[in-house]
Structures are given as C-alpha cells and as structure tokens.
C-alpha cells in the first residue's frame, strides 16, 4: 500500500491542475440532473464521418487480414494518398517513404515528436496563449518551454526575432495557424518569414495543421511546405479529425524534413504498432473519394460562426469575426474581467447553462478570454446566445 505522503510521480508534478476538469464536472453534474447544458467548451467535432469511409472501414473490419499488427509508419498506400493530396492542394512534392508518416492523430504525432528530437534544456518557442499539448508537450519531454506572446501574428514575428537578437537560438519552433485558441490566421509570406529566421538560425519548425480546411469568407490557409526550402527545417502535421469529421478514428499524418520524420519513425517503433488497420484503409477513401467533403464541413462551421457571432452581437458582447478554425476567442465583457477566465465560465454555466473554455486553461497569456467551440446546431447557437443575452442582463 502506498504511504499517503508518498511523493509525486517526477513527470506529473511538472503539470498543472486541468483547468478544464472544473468545467467538465460542472457541466456533467447539470447533466445528470436532467438540466440541458448547451456545451460549446470543447472543440470536438459533431459532424457523421462520411458514410462511403464508415462502409470502408465495415468491409475492412470483416477481414481477419487487417486484424493483425499493423505498422508504425503506417500502411504504404495511405502515405501514398497523403503525399497525393499535398501535391494537388499546395503544390508540394513528398516522398511517401521518407518524408510522410502516419500517427495516431495530431497529439500523438506532436507529443512523440517532441521525445524525438527535443533534449533537456532545449529551448522550445511557441505563441502563448496556446493549445495546452504545445506547452506541455515540451516540459514532459524535459525542454524549456519559451511562450511568446501573439496578440496577433506580426507581434509574435516581433518578438521571436527578438528572441534570435537576444542570443537565444530555440532548437525548436512549434506554431499552429490557423490557431488555437486564438483563431490567429496568416499568409503565405508570414511562412516564408519563419522559414528564412529557421534556416539563418538552424531551429527546426514543427507547424501543427489542425485547422488546414477550416479558412472563412475565401481564406484558405497556406502550408508552411509551400515555401521553398522548408522541408530543409521544417513539418507538418495535418490531421482527419477536422478536415473529414474522422476526430474519434485518431488518424495525423507528419509530412517534411526526412530526418524529422527517421526519428519520428525511430520513437514510434517503440513505442506502437500503428492505427488499427482497417481505419487506415478508410482513411485511404476518405482521401481518394472525399475531396468535396472539407468545403463542406468548413462551409457549415462558417455559418455556425455567423450565428454565433451576431447572436453574441445582440446580446450586448461585441466580438470579431474569425477568419479560421473552429472557435472564437472571446474577451471577456468589461464589466466582469475583474474575476477571471474560470470563474466567468463558472457564472456562465451556472447561469446561463452554456460550457466555454477558460482561457486561462490555454496558459497565462489567456487570461482575459474564453474560447467557444462551434460543435452545435446554428438553433441550438442561437439558444445559447439568447440565454447568454438575457444573463447579461441581469
């Protein structure tokens, strides 16, 4: 039996309390009381996978072939469709052997990267406020983590050449734009920028793709592997979770700088077998037969924000627009900044029955900010944004 004054394991003392555990237990004890919780915390998507990828995935299912071990760097033929979908959409040539790699989703992909390459001490840079795997990601894989803050793009540029002037050279830069939470978009020349300071300086670029379809009102989000002589420092992860409604079948890719992907490649041999064989043959028809579908999801994403956006408008709390992602990030309204991201979020769940992200769970950079998911119905948005109005109200 362990004594109760047993010391904290080494790598969990290194992690803060789950801010957003408060709001779960919130929102599931209303739940259980029956209560209707229009849930807009986390950015888990609604939408039904396509159905021609659920067949496949069936069919595939049925054979005992695929119920083997699989391999770590996933099948041949879903890195060849990956490299095939980056070659028709940016124009960017991979080789599927050695510049593609297939991971259990984006976090899997970013996490186990970070073991690969990244060693005690090691600086790590990145925009704070930000995802929380970005920050820490870097502390469980022993490195220094760096936040900079990105009020908005060009300050973040700012400071991180600040940073180089300093003498400060991070072995690593990790970025994710579109991002979350902030919903900060850029251009292509932002991406040429951090790849001219990467090559001057020798800092490795990992750039998290999350949200590569989801660009509104005719943006469409640059790969940072469009620009010439990435792949020389640089990858990318891009995940189906967003672009295709696949988030629960936990299928990233991790594409560029070949002796990125060899370590990578190293690590996950160790470390798993692979995706589940017959998600992987789906995912294949997902890519091959299912082009039209991340317009699609983006085109409805694109409403809910409209809906979201103006309902808040009426309701007395001015936001902009984003222009990507699947969020808004939100200042708080003037009059209750004084208590905080979580206690707000708290008061909104209590009173208005409505579950957002505290930005103080995004590090301490988010203060100041919730983050609404659009994972609901543009009704069920609109009943969210009259309760929240008549909150505010009172």
């Known amino acids: 039996m362990m004594p109760e004054t047993a010391p904290e394991f080494y790598r969990i003392q290194k992690l803060p309390p789950y801010v957003f555990a408060v709001i779960n237990e919130m929102r599931a004890k209303a739940r259980a009381a029956q209560i209707d919780v229009?849930?807009?915390?986390?950015?888990n998507p609604d939408g039904a996978t396509p159905r021609v990828v659920v067949n496949k995935l069936v069919e595939a299912a049925r054979n005992a072939r695929n119920h083997r071990y699989s391999q770590s760097r996933g099948i041949p033929r879903l890195r060849e469709e990956i490299v095939k979908r980056y070659q028709q959409n940016y124009g960017v040539a991979l080789d599927p052997d050695k510049e593609a790699i297939v991971t259990i989703g984006a976090k899997d992909a970013l996490a186990h990267l970070l073991f690969a390459v990244v060693g005690p001490g090691d600086v790590v840079a990145s925009p704070n406020p930000a995802y929380p795997i970005h920050q820490y990601g870097v502390i469980m894989a022993e490195g220094q983590a760096c936040m900079l803050p990105m009020p908005d793009a060009p300050?973040?540029?700012?400071?991180?050449?600040?940073?180089?002037?300093?003498?400060?050279?991070?072995?690593?830069?990790?970025?994710?734009?579109p991002h979350n939470p902030t919903t900060t978009c850029v251009d292509l020349e932002f991406m040429r920028e951090i790849v001219r300071l990467a090559r001057q300086h020798g800092t490795l670029v990992v750039h998290d793709f999350a949200y590569a379809d989801l660009g509104f009102d005719?943006?469409?989000?640059?790969?940072?592997?469009?620009?010439?002589g990435a792949k020389e420092v640089a990858v990318e992860i891009f995940s189906m979770s967003k672009s295709y409604n696949m988030a629960g079948?936990?299928?990233?890719?991790?594409?560029?700088?070949?002796?990125?992907?060899?370590?990578?490649?190293?690590?996950?041999?160790?470390?798993?077998?692979?995706?589940?064989?017959?998600?992987?043959i789906a995912s294949i028809i997902a890519l091959r037969e299912c082009e039209e579908e991340p317009?699609?999801?983006?085109?409805?994403?694109?409403?809910?924000?409209?809906?979201?956006?103006?309902?808040?408008?009426?309701?007395?709390?001015?936001?902009e627009k984003p222009r990507g992602t699947m969020f808004l990030w939100a200042p708080l309204p003037e009059r209750f900044r004084a208590m905080g991201s979580l206690e707000f979020s708290k008061l909104l769940l209590e009173k208005a029955l409505v579950a957002v992200s505290p930005g103080i769970g995004f590090g301490p950079l988010g203060e100041g900010y919730v983050r609404f998911a659009l994972v609901e119905n543009e009704q069920r948005i609109r009943q969210a944004t009259r309760a929240i109005g008549q909150f505010l109200k009172e």
């Open 38 to 43: 229009i849930d807009l915390g986390m950015g």
């Open 155 to 177: 300050t973040f540029l700012g400071r991180l050449e600040d940073l180089y002037r300093g003498g400060v050279k991070p072995k690593l830069l990790l970025i994710s734009f």
């Open 218 to 228: 005719g943006y469409r989000p640059p790969s940072i592997l469009q620009v010439e």
């Open 249 to 280: 079948w936990r299928v990233g890719f991790c594409l560029g700088n070949a002796r990125v992907i060899a370590a990578l490649a190293r690590i996950k041999s160790y470390l798993d077998y692979g995706v589940f064989q017959p998600i992987q």
């Open 295 to 319: 317009a699609k999801i983006c085109a409805a994403y694109q409403k809910r924000r409209d809906a979201l956006v103006d309902g808040l408008k009426r309701a007395g709390w001015p936001v």
